[in-house]
T-cell receptor, first 116, second 119 residues
Framework: GENVEQHPSTLSVQEGDSAVIKCTYS??????FPWYKQELGKRPQLIID?????GEKKDQRIAVTLNKTAKHFSLHITETQPEDSAVYFC???????????????FGSGTRLLVRP | EAGVAQSPRYKIIEKRQSVAFWCNPI?????LYWYQQILGQGPKLLIQ????????DSQLPKDRFSAERLKGVDSTLKIQPAKLEDSAVYLC?????????????????FGQGTRLTVV
């Protein structure tokens, strides 16, 4: 992606283990960080997002952490299940020029495989 | 709530031919996006509309791609002429509002996409 770096590109975990995906961004003014899940052949769907007024947000087995100083944010999935297998994308706002609007730039994706 | 509708779902054309994609966003959503997703990559923004005005088209290859949203609702994306490297899934998304930094309701809802194959 355009200055949104995501890693790893692939991640294989055993069912029940945790999975962590990390993203870094470049624009220090960015304050909105969504994570999307895309199952094979389907549309990307928002699973969780965080704004920079908080450092962590949890929703059942999913959590996102944000470090604004280091400009990185991470997705954490605990107690992984086979249905968590999908491609996960992070995103962050970025603008082309100082006078342009912010647009949502996506990372290159992480293919998560949860082995039964 | 009805989702973002796109058509067609699949399209196969020969290089140098033309193709058009259609998108109907969620009712009331002012912001509409067209993304290109090449296999194995993340979605890349091509153009962003706010109502019927273009907010950002810096990544749109304007020599061959065009898009419009004349009445601020439906949108069409056209490629003329197509190249082999245009093979991708073209995703349309919409959101209630468009200021990512200031607004709360910025979640982008995606359509199923149109899978384009250029041969």
């Amino acid at each position: 992606g355009e200055n949104v770096e995501q890693h790893p590109s692939t991640l294989s975990v055993q069912e029940g283990d945790s999975a962590v995906i990390k993203c870094t961004y470049s624009d220090s003014a960015s304050n909105y960080f969504p994570w999307y899940k895309q199952e094979l052949g389907k549309r990307p769907q928002l699973i969780i997002d965080i704004r920079s007024n908080v450092g962590e947000k949890k929703d059942q087995r999913i959590a996102v952490t944000l470090n604004k100083t280091a400009k990185h944010f991470s997705l954490h999935i605990t107690e992984t299940q086979p249905e968590d297998s999908a491609v996960y994308f992070c995103a962050a706002p970025r603008r082309s020029r100082p006078d342009s609007s912010y647009k949502l730039i996506f990372g290159s994706g992480t293919r998560l495989l949860v082995r039964p | 709530e009805a989702g973002v509708a796109q058509s067609p779902r699949y399209k196969i054309i020969e290089k140098r031919q033309s193709v058009a994609f259609w998108c109907n966003p969620i009712s009331g959503h002012a912001t509409l996006y067209w993304y290109q997703q090449i296999l194995g990559q993340g979605p890349k923004l091509l153009i962003q509309f706010q109502n019927n005005g273009v907010v950002d088209d810096s990544q749109l290859p304007k020599d061959r791609f065009s898009a419009e949203r004349l009445k601020g609702v439906d949108s069409t994306l056209k490629i003329q002429p197509a190249k082999l490297e245009d093979s991708a899934v073209y995703l349309c998304a919409s959101s209630l509002v468009g200021d990512l930094l200031r607004d709360v309701n910025t979640e982008a809802f995606f359509g199923q996409g149109t899978r384009l194959t250029v041969v």
